[in-house]
């Protein structure tokens, strides 16, 4: 069974930073190609960044150039590095293992003033 839990989500103002990570754990052994997801109140999940086996990165246009995806295979650790956030950003944000199609249990992303 392979665990996905998300941390480093909390309260920020404009223009702030915030890292988050998602370890894994379990019976996992690689780590697949990796993505992190946001859903806004009374919006659809959306991706918003994905990192493969071989560090090929993807972004949605609305983080491009402020976010920053990056994968530790050693620790099983997956990274979403947020800068210049914005109150759009506003959201709780999920790992997800796209091969395994196992979510975690998500962390809160508040930026406000």
């Known amino acids: 069974q392979v665990q996905l839990v998300e941390s480093g989500g909390g309260l920020v103002q404009p223009g702030g930073s915030l890292r988050l990570s998602c370890a894994a754990s379990?019976?996992?052994?690689?780590?697949?190609?990796m993505g992190w997801y946001r859903q806004a109140p009374g919006k659809e999940r959306e991706l918003v960044a994905r990192?493969?086996?071989?560090?090929?990165?993807a972004y949605a246009d609305s983080v491009k150039g402020r976010f920053s995806i990056s994968r530790d295979n050693a620790k099983k650790t997956v990274y979403l590095q947020m800068n210049n956030l914005k109150s759009e950003d506003t959201a709780v944000y999920y790992c997800?293992?796209?091969?395994?199609?196992?979510w975690g249990q998500g962390t809160q992303v508040t930026v406000s003033s």
């Open positions: 990192i493969t086996p071989g560090g090929s990165t």
């Open positions: 997800k293992d796209d091969f395994r199609g196992i």
């Open positions: 379990g019976s996992i052994f690689v780590l697949n190609t």
